[in-house]
Structures are given as structure tokens and as C-alpha cells.
């Protein structure tokens, strides 16, 4: 016996399970973490140019985000992880050649599907923190947008953000898996 004892047993070949489950884990969770981060930033900048400039702007973006979303996931997923996969092709021994083109198709693939969801959200949040006192204040003393979304409006709908944010972690992580099933 080792010293360490093996909490869910071993393979045939002696291998820990537990190890093998940590290492999987990991692997995951960097997915999940990657994806949510990339819908986040997508998804705010998408929101925010939509909501706060609103008329034909709002009307343009929200007719692409419609299509987007009428996609179905699966079939979107499996053809862009395809393309992906012979397109992709990193420099040896970089960061992004370590995750492999599988793993980067991936949270390519998450980044384009899911920020969707949250463009939504942000659009709802910044149409309604728009017609607030101290937006209309900042806007009468010649404030620029920019500055507005990012001082006034944003800080506002934070929470919002980070509860999405990280309920979008266990999704990226579910079709993750899912995808890696299907091969």
C-alpha cells in the first residue's frame, strides 16, 4: 500500500480515480470560468452600445442578438467546433497550443452562443438606469457617453452581472462535458 490511500480506488492500471476526478475538475472549471468571462465582456459591451443608444442601433443589434438566439445551441456548437478545429493552428509550446484547438474552438464557440443572454439582461438593466436623475444630470453637464455607461450606469447593474456571470459557469461546464461526450 501507499501512503496515501485512495479514496475512490484505482483502474486496472493503479491509477487514483480521485486524482484523475480533481484533474478533470480543473479542466472544467477553467472552461466555465474562460466562457463566463468572455459572454461577460461580449454581452456588457453589446448591451450597453445597445440599450444606452437606443432607436435604429438598439433596433439593428437586437434583430442579430433575435437570430442568434433562435439558432438551436447544439447544432451551432457542433458545426462551429468543427470548422474550428481544422481552422484553428497555434504556435508550438504557446499558452493557447497547450489547451489544444479543441479546448480554445470551445470557449470560442461559448463566447459566440451565450453572450446573447446577457446582452439582453445589460439592455434591460441600462434602459431602465437610463432614465434616472443622475443620468439625465451627468448627460446636462456635458458628460460623454462612454464615461456615463461606464461611471453611472454599470456600476449599477453590477450585481446583476455577477449573479449571470456566475450562474453562466455551470452552463459553459454541462455543454462542456456534453460536447466532450460526443466527441
Known amino acids: 500500500g501507499s501512503l496515501f490511500p485512495h479514496i475512490m480506488g484505482t483502474d486496472e492500471m493503479g491509477r487514483d480515480y480521485f486524482?484523475?476526478?480533481?484533474?478533470?475538475?480543473?479542466?472544467?472549471?477553467i472552461v466555465g470560468i474562460f466562457a463566463a468571462l468572455l459572454?461577460?465582456?461580449?454581452?456588457v459591451v453589446y448591451g450597453s452600445i445597445s440599450g444606452y443608444l437606443g432607436g435604429k442601433v438598439d433596433l439593428i443589434i437586437m434583430r442579430i442578438v433575435d437570430i442568434i438566439y433562435s439558432l438551436p445551441d447544439m447544432l451551432v456548437i457542433i458545426?462551429?467546433?468543427t470548422?474550428?478545429?481544422q481552422t484553428l493552428t497555434f504556435p508550438a509550446g504557446s499558452a493557447l497550443a497547450?489547451?489544444?484547438?479543441?479546448?480554445?474552438?470551445?470557449?470560442?464557440?461559448?463566447?459566440?452562443?451565450?453572450?446573447?443572454?446577457?446582452?439582453r439582461l445589460i439592455r434591460g438593466q441600462i434602459l431602465s438606469i437610463k432614465e434616472n436623475e443622475f443620468v439625465l444630470a451627468a448627460r446636462s453637464i456635458g458628460a460623454k457617453p462612454g464615461w456615463i455607461i461606464?461611471?453611472?450606469?454599470?456600476?449599477?447593474?453590477?450585481?446583476?452581472?455577477?449573479?449571470?456571470?456566475?450562474?453562466q459557469i455551470p452552463?459553459?461546464?454541462?455543454t462542456e462535458s456534453y460536447l466532450s461526450f460526443i466527441g
Open 150 to 167: 461606464r461611471k453611472h450606469i454599470l456600476p449599477n447593474c453590477l450585481s446583476v452581472i455577477i449573479v449571470s456571470t456566475a450562474l
Open 83 to 85: 470548422v474550428l478545429n
Open 19 to 29: 486524482v484523475r476526478v480533481v484533474y478533470g475538475t480543473k479542466v472544467s472549471l
Open 79 to 81: 458545426l462551429l467546433a
Open 98 to 119: 497547450k489547451l489544444g484547438s479543441n479546448m480554445v474552438s470551445m470557449f470560442i464557440v461559448f463566447g459566440l452562443l451565450y453572450w446573447v443572454g446577457m446582452a
Open 39 to 43: 459572454v461577460l465582456i461580449i454581452g
Open 171 to 174: 452552463s459553459a461546464i454541462f
